[in-house]
């Protein structure tokens, strides 16, 4: 021992007899061992030090027994105690790997279990528990910090003192026997410590100890079982006898089969010569047979392996070990651990959990603490399960939320088992625990169901309803069973999870008999599958094949003036950002592109990849000079088609074979969005995703210790596998030589009369094995592997061919019938043959996939790839850090602006979707959520309308944003612009940019209005359909409810001044159901009323952007439709004056709709003709018009119509934009007749009269 160590050991004093004399410097001894440990080394020599000396039980315990008045002195041993007692594991951070260390951790902990067997004496618990109580009864106004320490030093100490771990070598001792730990948990029961602890957990002052006394609770409670402390003191039951007698009589049975064994083994008279036998057909290590020398009674055991060295199984791949059995303690310590629990329940149980559990979200514990409280739950609530049955004594972790908890940390536990491979043990434990409570939560709400209160019942139908409706609850336990692994979960995790998993499955069976429709949430990964870059075809590269391409080629890009379309022009990109080639390097790569592309008789994809490159290497002009004409640009292509290009990879042709189509896709599938929806449940169905090898298999490893389960167990395997055999008539998934052999091992068992379910089951599946394998020559060759589904049915149905079953044939109608539709659309200009000819074939089950293939096998196109769909979108992914910076500096300019968004999309270099630039946003950080990015409303927009003080740009970006008419129908689309920047895809933008454009074409061309008018007519008449609809549903009520509701928000709002959104919160039962129903839904969508944005809301909203005259407006479209005019009827008087105003209001609206309408085509038409004349020397008013004014005017606007977008969208008025859309005006003007041109300029200045004439009104 070192000297210093020595020294300040013998100042402390010393024991005579049983009398402790300390020394004058034993308080400065004490801090100075203190801080002797606070300087210790790596291997703990200090720690070890004291321990050999026994300084605990020699000086530190008599001092706080016989000293304990004295505070100072009685803090500091209580401090030195804490330190010395600490765990080793804590000490050394984990077991040591090293021989040195491992030596070293083993000393640290003989030295705590010396420590704890002195601890095991009432003394000590005696003066630590009345030191405790004195301190407890110090109000919170009278307890100094110095108390506060004291009391958790002492919670401390006695945590560490039950945590030290028993040692197996000097505690051999059965059941029953009073053991180390069990003496000293009869000095706390003695001392009055485990009233003190129910004290802590139950008053309402002491919350702050929370987590100290549930760590207590949970170490003295480490080596029982709720059943036996249920049992305690009490008869044996019926069933406990009648189990324990069935046990007996197996074991009874096995031991007389073994006797019997050994009698036929031993012969009648001993032979001397036991002879030698040839064993024929067993051949040896070389050709000959095996010669056996030994007695024939033993030849059954005969093996080849007799005799040599096991082989010695790696560490990594061993089976994982239990943990330590539990015994039983003794009598004494159960029933009074037994009373323990009986009054913590009633006490302290929901108030100590829900202080635990507030704990845990906060994050205000240690790591992993969150196993005392998964414990606890498991075993207090099996006991109260065991011991009179009370719901309300476990009702703060009987919730919805104990389950969630429970499954979060299950999946988290999971997670970590993969990513943290060398603490894969650990986190093994941890994941049991969490079973254990996820099994004993269960068990539980079963339990309710047989409860006499009916409330409990229902309260049990409750939390069933939820934990089945969500599919995470119900998919936990196909995970848990497809990812077992038994290296690192041992024995005892797989028996709790297939008896939870036969729990779960007998309470959703039991569920949803009776019901008719049991509707489940069902959540669908959707995923955008892109077509990977496939090998170009091989083409005839002949002289004369080459003319011919070129022949087509030339004629089909003049024949589209060698304009390209907007999906070819954005979907091109000439260089592969990812690729480790460097930019300036990919230049040949892109000529060979074009080269392929000509090949593939592609023009416009050639001339735009063309283009394209020309973009990225301008230099040498090697693709063209920047100002390049077309037919330059056309002998250029030509060069290329025949020029001898060198390849980094020679081209492969594609495969098209009859039976393989796989050449039609290769899929790459990246993970979108996650769709929540709603599904019938079908339990059946759920069954199926059992059948599956990876499922089956731990079941059959837990079958192979049949002997040691319990009867509940092998029954709640044999109940599994009859679901999978009977119930889904998928036998043969057990049709293997492992399971096999397993069988056979029961059915010759001595005891099986024990297992009469496990042999009854086998008997089937064999008997129906060999049924087969008279029907099916293979089916012994199939045991040899594990079976999926589709070889189960193979297997019992019969073989298929290959691509049997993958292609229908086409008879020869079918492909005649191809063949002339083919025809007859190939030259259309359709977007997509393939989806064209799909409707028109008289077979309607015919695939995408199959009318492709059967073009490629007849002739009709080159290969699959000509008929793919046009990919959508950009095909930039990477950000650049030059873009990075562009986009920050777009952002910081328009972060102020209504539409931050648009803005930043139309100034954006690179075009990309507004998905990944939403996406970009939120990952620099320049956006904390997506609600920032969408669009706002401006609330003066109805002033803004008239025009006054305004530029003509601002007046132009007035008429586009609409007129208060159309802004209630136009919140709608506003709430559905939002969800579309949540989730929103590449292909979907562009699919509603068409569908937009189509319905802008329609409307302009049918009636006189703005594209984004709606009039209100139109609406009312929408409305009142929808109203009658509800109104017949019996809904008269809550439509009455939403009306005063807008009345009431009408009347409160101001006019200029701020608003916040107004919830419609549902009082009654009638209106929650009706905020409930689809339809009327639907009605409150079109009123402009914004649904619940995220998960923190609950309620509609009214918008806080919707004026007193659109809630006035909104409210009296809800009105009966009786007293409402038909829409396109006239009235010769209103019936109120309210009504004559409001339709007074309604007309002047749309008056006011088609002025904005006219005088935005007039300020256009003025723009083009202003540079128009700039261009052309001919005065506009030398023509005379020819037509009227009414065609000419509509056929003005058809012209504009496809560049008004364009023009409204931008709001600057650079010269470029202006240039392109003059040129744009100029090439229709030269595309129609003369005198076409000539008609635009009356009306045009009849609309700019009556604009000038409408603005002095206004400002009049």
């Not at 000819?837 to 196109?861: D, F, I, K, Y």
């Not at 080159?862 to 793919?868: D, N, P, Q, R």
């Not at 999309?905 to 998905?915: C, G, N």
Request: aromatic fraction near 6%; charge should be negative.
């Amino acid at each position: 021992m070192n000297s210093e160590l020595l020294a300040t050991c013998s100042a402390l004093g010393y024991l005579e007899g049983n009398t402790y004399h300390k020394e004058i410097d034993c308080l400065e001894s004490v801090k100075d061992l203190i801080r002797y440990l606070r300087h210790e080394d790596d291997t703990r020599d200090v720690r070890q030090q004291l321990g050999a000396a026994q300084i605990v039980q020699n000086d530190l315990l008599p001092i706080i027994i016989q000293h304990g008045q004295e505070k100072a002195l009685f803090d500091a041993s209580i401090r030195l105690m804490v330190n010395l007692t600490q765990p080793a594991m804590l000490c050394f951070g984990k077991v040591p790997d090293d021989p040195v260390f491992r030596h070293h951790f083993l000393q640290v902990t003989s030295h705590l279990q010396a420590y704890k067997e002195a601890f095991a004496n009432e003394g000590v618990f005696g003066i630590l528990s009345e030191t405790l109580y004195n301190l407890l009864q110090l109000d919170w106004e009278q307890r100094q910090e110095e108390d506060n320490l004291l009391i958790e030093r002492i919670l401390l100490l006695v945590r560490n003192v039950l945590h030290v771990p028993a040692d197996p070598n000097e505690e051999k001792k059965v059941d029953d026997d009073a053991s180390i730990h069990d003496r000293l948990l009869w000095a706390i029961h003695m001392s009055g410590f485990d009233d003190l602890v129910k004290f802590l957990a139950s008053a309402q002052n002491e919350q702050q100890w929370s987590m100290h006394v549930l760590e207590i609770i949970s170490l003295m409670f480490r080596d029982q079982t709720p059943e036996a402390l249920v049992s305690a003191g009490q008869a044996r039951s019926t069933e406990e006898k009648q189990r324990d007698s069935q046990e007996l009589e197996s074991l009874r049975q096995r031991e007389q089969a073994e006797k019997h064994s050994r009698k036929l083994q031993r012969g009648t008279r001993h032979s001397r010569f036991g002879g030698s036998f040839v064993v024929q057909g067993l051949k040896a290590l070389g050709d000959k047979d095996v010669i056996y020398h030994r007695n024939l009674n033993n030849f059954k055991n005969y093996t080849h392996d007799t005799g040599k060295a096991v082989r010695r199984v790696p560490k990594r791949n061993r089976q994982a070990k239990e943990s330590k059995e539990k015994r039983r303690s003794a009598l004494n310590v159960r029933l009074f651990l037994r009373e323990f629990c009986v009054d913590f329940l009633e006490n302290c149980y929901n108030r100590l959990m829900y202080l635990v559990k507030e704990n845990l979200i906060r994050e205000q514990t240690q790591q992993h603490d969150e196993t005392y409280y998964l414990w606890a739950l498991s075993f207090f609530m099996a006991f109260n399960r065991g011991d009179s049955f009370r719901a309300d004594l476990v009702s703060e972790t009987m919730s919805i939320r104990a389950f969630h908890f429970i499954e979060r940390n299950i999946t988290n536990y999971y997670e970590m088992i993969l990513t943290d491979r060398k603490e894969a043990t650990s986190w093994s434990r941890r994941m049991h625990l969490a079973l254990k409570a996820y099994q004993e939560l269960l068990l539980t709400v079963n339990e309710m169901d047989r409860s006499q209160d009916e409330s409990i019942r229902q309260s049990s139908n409750v939390i069933k309803s939820n934990i089945f409706y969500l599919m995470e609850y119900r998919e936990i336990f196909l995970t848990l069973l497809r990812k077992f692994d038994e290296t690192h979960q041992p024995h005892s995790y797989l028996k709790d999870l297939v008896e939870t998993t036969h729990l779960f499955l007998r309470m959703l069976e039991r569920f949803c008999t009776g019901r008719r429709n049991l509707m489940v949430q069902k959540k669908k990964v959707k995923r955008r599958k892109s077509r990977g870059n496939k090998n170009p075809p091989s083409a005839d590269t002949s002289p004369e094949a080459l003319e011919e391409t070129w022949k087509i080629v030339e004629e089909e890009l003049k024949t589209s003036g060698f304009q390209l379309s907007e999906s070819i022009t954005e979907s091109i990109v000439p260089f592969d950002a990812a690729s480790e080639i460097p930019l300036e390097e990919q230049r040949t790569e892109a000529m060979v592109r074009v080269k392929d592309a000509l090949l593939a008789r592609l023009g416009p994809e050639a001339l735009g990849l063309l283009r394209a490159a020309r973009e990225v290497w301008p230099e040498g002009d090697v693709f063209g000079a920047a100002d390049v004409e077309p037919e330059e640009e056309l002998e250029l292509l030509k060069q290329i088609l025949h020029a001898n290009l060198p390849r980094s990879s020679a081209p492969e042709p594609v495969a098209e074979e009859e039976d393989d189509d796989d050449d039609l896709e290769l899929e790459e599938e990246e993970l979108e969005s996650v769709q929540v929806s709603e599904t019938e449940f079908n339990f059946l169905d759920f069954i199926k995703r059992f059948a599956s090898p990876n499922i089956v298999r731990p079941y059959l490893i837990l079958l192979k210790s049949y002997t040691k389960n319990s009867p509940h167990t092998n029954h709640c395997i044999a109940r599994m596998l009859h679901r999978l055999a009977v119930d889904l008539k998928m036998d043969a998934l057990l049709f293997q030589l492992s399971v096999f052999n397993l069988f056979n091992k029961i059915l010759s068992d001595p005891a099986a009369a024990a297992y009469r379910e496990l042999v009854t089951f086998a008997k089937f599946v064999l008997n129906h094995f060999f049924s087969l394998a008279t029907k099916n020559n293979k089916a012994y060759v199939e045991l040899l592997f594990w079976k999926n589904v589709g070889a189960v049915r193979e297997m019992t149905e019969g073989y298929s061919k290959d691509g049997e079953e993958k292609k229908p044939n086409w008879t020869e109608e079918e492909e005649e019938e191809l063949r002339k539709l083919y025809e007859e659309h190939q030259h259309s200009e359709v977007p997509d043959i393939v989806e064209t000819l799909l409707p028109l074939l008289s077979s309607r089950e015919r695939t995408r996939r199959q009318v492709v293939t059967q073009l490629v096998r007849m002739g009709l196109v080159g290969s699959a790839k000509e008929l793919k769909k046009q990919k959508k979108g950009t095909q930039i992914v990477l950000w650049r850090e030059e873009q990075e910076m562009e986009l920050q500096m777009l952002f910081e300019e328009y972060k102020d602006s209504d539409d931050v968004l648009g803005n930043i999309m139309k100034k954006l270099t690179a075009k990309r979707s507004r998905a990944r630039v939403v996406d970009k946003l939120l990952s620099m950080g320049l956006v904390s959520e997506r609600r920032e990015l969408y669009k706002k409303r401006s609330r003066n927009a109805q002033r803004k309308s008239s025009g006054k003080g305004m530029t003509e740009e601002e007046f132009l970006t007035g008429l586009t944003q609409g007129s208060p008419d159309d802004s209630v129908d136009r919140d709608d689309d506003d709430d559905d612009d939002d969800e579309e920047v949540e989730d929103e895809s590449e292909e979907s933008e562009d699919e509603e940019d068409e569908e937009q454009k189509r319905g802008a074409k329609s409307q302009n061309g049918s009636m006189r209005k703005s594209q984004s008018m709606v009039s209100t007519g139109e609406r009312r008449a929408d409305v009142g359909t929808m109203v009658n609809a509800l109104q017949q549903e019996g809904m008269s009520g809550p439509l009455l409810w939403l009306q005063n509701s807008l009345k009431k928000t009408a009347e409160n709002r101001k006019e200029n001044g701020l608003s916040q959104p107004v919830p419609l919160v549902p009082l009654t039962e009638t209106n929650e159901d009706a905020m409930d129903n689809k339809r009327f839904q639907r009605l409150l969508r079109k009123l402009g009323l914004r649904p619940p944005a995220d998960e923190q809301e609950y309620f509609w909203r009214i918008p806080a952007k919707m004026s007193k005259s659109q809630l006035r407006s909104a409210a009296a479209a809800l009105c009966p439709s009786e007293d409402e005019p038909k829409v396109g009827e006239e009235q010769d008087e209103p019936r109120s004056p309210t009504e004559k105003a409001q339709q007074e209001d309604e007309e002047d609206e749309v008056v006011s709709g088609e002025q904005r309408d006219q005088a935005l085509r007039a300020l256009l038409f003025a723009r083009k003709r202003k540079h128009r004349s700039n261009e052309c020397p001919a005065p506009v008013s030398d023509f005379t018009p020819t037509e009227d004014t009414e065609s000419t005017a509509e056929r003005s606007q058809e012209k504009t119509s496809t560049k008004r977008s364009r023009v409204l969208d931008d709001d600057d008025d650079d010269e470029e934009n202006e240039n392109d859309s003059s040129a744009a005006m100029d090439m229709d003007a030269n595309s129609d007749a003369d005198s076409d041109g000539d008609d635009v300029s009356a009306p045009v200045k009849r609309r700019r009269k009556m604009v000038l004439i409408d603005e002095e009104d206004d400002e009049d």
